[in-house]
């Protein structure tokens, strides 16, 4: 790990440039909006990235050196290319931390990550959320109180088509009637993840400071802890002695490498 | 669901028609063995699938009517048609039960449920394996004394790259020095998955009772509680009413629908 | 295990003689409430108990044939003999089913089992419950719509100061503004615990059709797998050989038991 | 929280007395040994307690201080007191952490936070351990290779009664045959418990560096993000309307607190 944890915003950046509604609460983007608060950890180093830049501003080399990524997207996921999907996968699974934003429950990234449809059920009504912590003591909720309101945002409602989280930090209660499990977070290979809820295009919710302050203890929760490079090694000697049996079984003569078997 | 249970047994069907060592264990191949100890559940009805037939025998009509997949394979993953990955999953998360049997943990349809790279460590050593059981009130390991053994067995050792499982019914002791969760339960969407480690292609594995006894267990436990095709809806209608705010958003009108965005 | 499922309603019965309010709701107390509507299946021998019988009607040989327990208690859960609790423990850990309704919550049993202090937010106001369903394929959700209503219930609110559930079942949403993990499994020793939220004596709640069907579905949910006696065996014999090492240690004579140590 | 971490290493110091072969490898006691190496963390401030101290060297001012305990005991469980046992639980339930060292497996305090038998298998017979790290991304894995060996230990064997851990970090393979999840992590209340099997008082176990350096991140690992005394609170006022019914229902007039009631 660096001195400096790396940290790369990624917004598709579509809404804000084709809608007015969404362009006059971002006008520069959700991505500069994020970036922004988190520029005040001083042990951050902070960049964006978006969806019309080369290798959607994630090439090889810049993923390489990120320490956890955030991700925003809604109207675009399908134009996010494979070959950046594969790649984001795999330096998740090498120990990257991924924090995954509010309608990018359907970006190709989180599905992959979790297997699962991720759907959900959902209502844009300007409507009132309250965040009600459910582990006062996980380090995303560190600094809240009992639970924080938002007075407008969109509503997404259960069941959301998750594998069970690993820890859920947030259930949301909405206005309208629903519930969501809001803050959720999952390990997968050495990675962590967390989805939190909120922030739908149209309003504020990114200038609110106990949203600001959950985005930023995430960011600090999902920091590294290893970075380890995926394989599948064969290990023919064995560390205890293995006895000679009376009956011989041949081979089939085959090495599994990265998935792929080669003669 | 029906009355009786639908079973496919699938088997990619390459070693026991290439290798003679294999061929002499399995002459019919490996999904006919399995098939075979499962008949006698009078519950079921097993048919077996394999890699060489049209739509590698798992067709839309096909696995509509399944309520429990096994998957054998090995040498061919890269040869499974994505189309047929992409119909299992759905499956899976509409509610089919899934059994994932030895080198399957390198599957396309392993390793997209997962999210995981799902490697290991290995060695084709003719070792015992003594598979201790963990949770010994698992519906899995109904009928199984405090462990079992396999006298032959390839060895895969930890760490497993798999995210942590809801149940870790077995783990397994290896002669040569190694452990592993070598039974491992996950629900995904509305299906249940089961990874079960021994049955490498050159050993009569699928002849021991108790790995009968398990996968003939696992069979029943993955049966579908229920049918739910995947939906993210839009609900206009709050339950409760939303009171009118003095501030308005305009909507950005994006309609999600299956991980596509329509305006 | 028996034919026929043999259930234990047990039940304080206290508010049912002393409130006017709760008699007029539950005249033969809650128990026989509950008992009447499991009687329908036809499967289950259900019989009860209460505070005020010998051994608070749960003697040795009554629990020795028990396969699934059911708990209501809210005045008097210090009156619970510690004896009773302990045996209580000691049959879960075996494998009988608990089934934990409402103020039970901080019941002596239940705080035993989970460890954790059981407390929560609450407030008596005759308020909407809407219990959303986590969990549409948990088999204790089945036959459920997507979420169903209480008109009138008792609120409950988190952070409810439980260990994170095996599965969460039920989430619920409450008209005064708060939500609450409602239906939690746990898997405890051998045994399976269910805990369930709704059910305030001074509300008609066991009469609900849905609250029925989740408690008759949680009783088959917890029936006994195994029945499986604790021990802390010494095993001297190896499974396989030991080589002799060249430095000796003298064994400390120490012989565990039943968390005794007996020299 | 403090600068500095401030943490106790309790030990029951009977064995070192009583049984020579034990006092020849920890001749202060296995404490002594424990807080030796931790004190080369120059962020810890470290101290020990024993049984035969007033209070059991635990009393309510030196807890009130404690941000980490580490537990070891094997033959004197029974004695330790009742009142000491419950000042620990309700620490670790405010956020206190907790480190159980091997034969701990059977304090008061481990059984009374997991709510199980917490019993095994075992045997004396100076064997090899190996510990595999299973999350190698588990703050508690941090600078350990793939596994690591003990020459000399006493076999724990599963199944071991706990609740499923949420992260097992180790598994062991023993030379004898049977394997153990030696090293497990659970949340309780607003507390991080860890459970680290190797350790027996006739074997060397506490001079090794790799058992040093996971018993250091332990405790890295269980500082408290939190200190939140339990209540569990009436909260008449809601946060949103709650609407008159038409129908009334009595006020039962009970109020529930620390697991009394009280009218």
Redesign the interface.
């Known amino acids: 790990m660096q001195d400096k944890i790396s940290v790369i915003v990624w917004n598709e950046f579509v809404?804000e440039r084709e809608?007015?509604?969404?362009k006059a609460?971002y006008p520069h983007g959700i991505h500069q909006a994020i970036a922004g608060f988190l520029k005040s950890d001083q042990g951050l180093t902070v960049g964006t990235a978006t969806l019309d830049e080369p290798d959607n501003g994630l090439s090889e080399e810049r993923l390489a050196g990120c320490d956890v990524l955030l991700w925003w997207g809604?109207?675009?996921?399908?134009q996010v290319s494979d070959a950046v999907v594969d790649r984001v996968?795999r330096r998740v699974?090498e120990?990257m931390g991924l924090v995954v934003l509010h309608?990018a429950h359907?970006s190709k990234i989180f599905?992959?990550?979790?297997?699962?449809?991720c759907?959900?059920?959902?209502?844009?009504?300007?409507?009132?959320e309250?965040l009600?912590?459910?582990?006062?003591?996980?380090?995303i909720a560190?600094g809240l109180g009992?639970y924080f309101e938002l007075?407008?945002e969109e509503?997404y409602?259960?069941?959301f088509?998750i594998?069970?989280p690993?820890?859920?930090v947030f259930?949301?209660?909405?206005?309208?009637?629903?519930?969501f499990?809001s803050g959720c977070c999952?390990?997968?290979?050495?990675?962590r993840i967390f989805y939190f809820r909120p922030g739908h295009?149209?309003?504020p919710t990114y200038y609110d400071k106990n949203v600001q302050k959950v985005i930023a203890n995430a960011v600090r929760w999902a920091v590294?802890?290893?970075q380890?490079v995926?394989?599948?090694?064969?290990?023919?000697e064995?560390?205890?002695?293995?006895?000679p049996?009376s009956?011989?079984?041949?081979?089939?003569?085959?090495v599994?490498q990265g998935?792929?078997?080669l003669?």
């Open positions: 809404h809608h007015e509604a969404v609460v809604h109207l675009a996921h399908d996968q699974l120990g309608s359907f599905r992959r990550l979790m297997g699962t449809n759907s959900l059920k959902w209502r844009e009504a300007e409507e009132v309250r009600w912590v459910i582990e006062p003591s996980h380090p560190a009992p007075p407008y509503m409602g259960e069941r088509d594998p069970a690993e820890s859920t259930v949301s209660w909405f206005e309208g009637g629903e519930v499990r999952w390990t997968r290979g050495h990675g295009e149209t309003y590294p802890r290893v380890i995926d394989s599948c090694p064969n290990v023919p064995s560390l205890n002695p293995i006895k049996k009956i011989h079984f041949a081979k089939a003569g085959v599994q998935g792929r078997n003669e």
